[in-house]
Every structure is written in C-alpha cells, then in structure tokens.
C-alpha cells in the first residue's frame, strides 16, 4: 500500500509505552492534509508477482482538513 499525502501539517505526535514492562515503545502521529490518494497492489503469493493495483483519492473541499490518526501495531 503506498499513501500520498498533499498540503500535510503535522498535528500532533505523542510518544509513549504499552504500559507494561518490555514492551516496545509507541508513537502516534496525526497529520491533517488537503488530499489523499492510495494504491493498494495485491502481490501473488507464491511468485511474488503484481496481480494488479487499486488507486483512490480523496481531495477536501472544506476549510478543515480531516485528521489522519496512525498508530503502528
């Protein structure tokens, strides 16, 4: 999956931990951003040849841009 993002700001971003210990840090970023758009390839697994690709995007026509939460699991 391969995401493109224009006219990103960076909203926030937080650093922290699962709380217990040994586990592994976290972090979480949210960006606001004007458009979006995404290509997902779906891969054959056992050749690991390209079956294909979906693109997709969304462009905001507001004064607000939406916020794009990710959090790594």
């Known amino acids: 999956m391969v995401y493109e993002l ?3 700001l960076l ?3 937080a650093q922290g ?3 217990s210990p040994g586990d592994p840090p976290t ?9 979006i758009s995404w290509t997902y390839t779906t891969i054959d697994p056992v050749s690991g040849e390209s079956l294909g ?3 997709a995007t969304c462009r905001i026509e507001t ?5 794009l939460r990710m959090v790594p699991r």
């Open 53 to 55: 690709s979906v693109e």
């Open 17 to 19: 931990n699962a709380g």
């Open 6 to 8: 224009e006219n990103v």
């Open 63 to 67: 004064e607000v841009a939406p916020v």
């Open 27 to 35: 972090e979480e970023l949210e960006l606001t951003y004007e458009s």
């Open 11 to 13: 909203h926030r971003l």
